[in-house]
């Protein structure tokens, strides 16, 4: 395994990833919008972390 086969497999982790959380903080918002925010808090992070990875 090549390191750019490595590289896009961990960054199409981290798309999915993002996505589960983005997903679940949507879902729980009316019922506990902490959680939510924390799910939020997350998405935003792993974005961060996605939009580093893309030279």
Not at 27 to 50: C, G, M
């Amino acid at each position: 395994m090549t390191t750019i086969s490595k590289h896009i497999q961990f960054k199409e982790y981290l798309e999915r990833k993002h996505k589960r959380l983005i997903e679940e903080a949507y879902n729980v918002r009316y019922t506990d919008s902490s959680l939510s925010d924390v799910l939020t808090y997350e998405a935003l992070k792993l974005d961060q972390k996605l939009k580093f990875l893309q030279f």
